[in-house]
Each structure stands twice: as C-alpha cells, then as structure tokens.
C-alpha cells in the first residue's frame, strides 16, 4: 500500500485516505443496520433507526465501490458479504407467494390523525376498491359524525367504533355483520376486536390495533404493548385472523416480526409488494417508513396498495386478501 501511494502526490492521498474513511464509514452503517434489524431495541434512538433500516442498508452499494477503488480488498470482500445478508433481510418483502383460486376480500387501513383528516379520500378508496373492510385509527366523534354523513354507512353498514380524542379512537366497519365484538385490556389507544363472516372465511377474527408510538412517549411502553399485542393475536382460536391499522413499527422491527408467527404473514411479504412507505405523508418528501400494515392467518394477500389521505400524516393502505385453500 505505501509503495503504491509513494509517487503520487498529497493531494492524492488525502483524496485516497478520505475515500477509505468514507467506504468504511458507509460499511459501519451497514453493520449497524443488519444490527438493529435482528436486535430488539428498546431505547429511544434504537427504535427510531430501526425504521431507517432498508435505508442505511442502501450504504452497502456505495461502500462496495469505493472500497474496491481504493484496492482495500478485505474490506471490499466485507462489504460484498454484508450487501448480501442485507438484501436477505429485505427478501421476504420481494418475492410474492402465490395467490389460491377464490373470492378476494379487501381490506383498507387509515389513520385520520387526531380526526382531521379528509375522510371523503378514504371513503373513495373504499368505493374504487370495493372494500368489505375498513379499519380506523385516530377516529374522534367528529370524524365519525363526518363519515356517517357520507355514503360509507351503504357501503359498510356494520360497525364498531370506540372513537375518542387525542389520537386514541379505532374503528371497524364491515360489508358483513359484525359480532363478539369488544375492546382490548391493556392498551392506551383503543385496540378493538370482532368476528365476521367473509365469503369464504366464516368465523373471521378481525383486530383493529394500533399500538402506541416508541416516540414521543417511553419506549418501553411501546415494547410492552407489542408483546402484548402478540399474546393477543396468538391466542386467538378462531383459524382465520386478520390484524389491521397503524402498528407503529416497520418490518425491521424486531418487535414487530415477532407478531409474524404461529401462521401470521405480513401482507407486504405475501404480494411481494417491497416497501410500501406509509409516513410521513405530510411533508414536502414522500413517506419514507412503512408502519401502517395488514396480517392474517389463514389468507393469502395477492395485492397491496397505498393510497393518499388529505390533511393526513399517513398514507392508507387497501390489501385483497384470499381465503387460503379458497
């Protein structure tokens, strides 16, 4: 090494020493990303860069060619090793399982942040879409009192709603009827669950959660709401599960994955559908993290898509879900 920069001049070896610097800046980035993906983070700053995680694996393409410019071949090996554990983390969300024969069901998510938000957008999606489910976070009595003065109730005439201020109101409202239907214990947001009868999937359990955000509040309820939030879905006895709304957490969590158990999938991983960004929706940028999801058991999601909520920090989420073995 030091006989190959012996000829050149300083200002090359400044320009060579920082291009090493920076390759292996970027390739720390990466270790820190893959990291975080496997490591339960319950700190403030652990939770939040989680969900920057598909991002900073990105470093890995950069750090890969300048390490191999700069003839650091150990590192450039390094680098190539980490690009491909990153890309398999990532790999569930872009291979597609393949959809059963049967009638889809379509689910669409939205969070109205604090009531504000324009609900005739998700009234639309659920007209386009043919919905034959509609789940709710942040829903307050006047949201309400404004999505009864549409044409939802025609639409979804079955409800349940526990609306409230502050963000804390959830709601469902279904093509089918709704029964069974109750609040779950445990949660500062309202987290509701009922049974409905799908075509194809009758005694469907449908959960409408929305777990509380790592940020601004302490963490350390965020990470006991989701292991709770586990417990829940996994000691449903009903085949059939379908988990909607804002989750508050991104693939990368590792809070999150543990939901993705005992036959639970994430629809994004089903439909291959990659990253869906879903927040934030109210900036000049496009969403960068995808926390607002759908998962099930026992359905296998053949679509997924987003679509725009005004005066909403968060984009909606519409999923066409078919009974397995349907």
């Known amino acids: 090494m030091k006989q190959r920069l012996a000829h050149r ?11 090493v610097v920076l390759g292996w800046a970027l390739l720390a980035a990466v270790i820190v990303a893959i990291w975080l993906h496997y490591y ?22 950069p750090a890969v060619i300048i390490l191999a410019a700069t003839r650091r071949w150990i590192s450039t090996a390094l680098a190539v090793i980490l690009l491909g554990v990153g890309i398999w983390t990532q790999a569930p969300l872009l291979i597609a399982s393949d959809a059963p024969a049967g009638e889809r069901i379509t689910v669409v998510t939205s969070n109205v942040t604090l009531g504000e938000a324009d ?22 009595p006047q949201a309400l009192a404004r999505f009864e003065q549409t044409e939802l109730r025609s639409m979804l005439p079955y409800e349940f709603v526990v609306p409230g201020n502050g963000g804390v109101g959830t709601g469902i409202f279904s093509r089918f009827p709704l029964r069974n239907t109750a609040q779950l214990n445990g949660f500062a947001l309202n987290n509701l ?12 359990t449908v959960y409408a959660v929305h777990p509380i955000p790592p940020y601004p509040y302490d963490p350390d309820r965020w990470v006991g709401e989701m292991k709770r939030l586990r417990q829940t879905i996994h000691s449903t006895t009903a085949d059939r599960v379908i988990v909607s709304g ?24 089903q439909s291959g559908g990659m990253w869906k960004m879903t927040y934030p929706a109210d900036r000049t940028f496009p969403p960068v993290i995808a926390i607002d ?30 009974p397995a073995g349907g």
């Open 9 to 19: 001049g300083a200002a090359f070896k400044v320009f060579y020493f920082i291009a």
């Open 40 to 61: 339960p983070g319950r700190g403030r700053a652990s939770t939040a860069v989680a969900s920057a995680v598909p991002w900073l694996l990105l470093a890995a393409i």
């Open 119 to 140: 609900v005739d957008d998700v009234v639309a999606e659920v007209k386009s879409s043919g919905a034959d489910l509609l789940t709710v976070q942040e829903i307050t």
């Open 193 to 204: 669950r009922a049974e409905v009868d799908l075509p194809g999937a009758p005694t469907t």
């Open 246 to 269: 804002d989750l508050n957490a991104t693939w990368d969590h590792a809070q999150y994955r543990a939901l993705l158990e005992n036959g639970f999938r994430d629809a994004t991983e």
């Open 293 to 322: 999801h759908v998962i099930s058991r026992e359905f296998v999601a053949a679509d997924l898509n987003t679509f725009g909520i005004g005066d909403s920090d968060h984009r909606g989420l519409v999923v066409s879900l078919v």
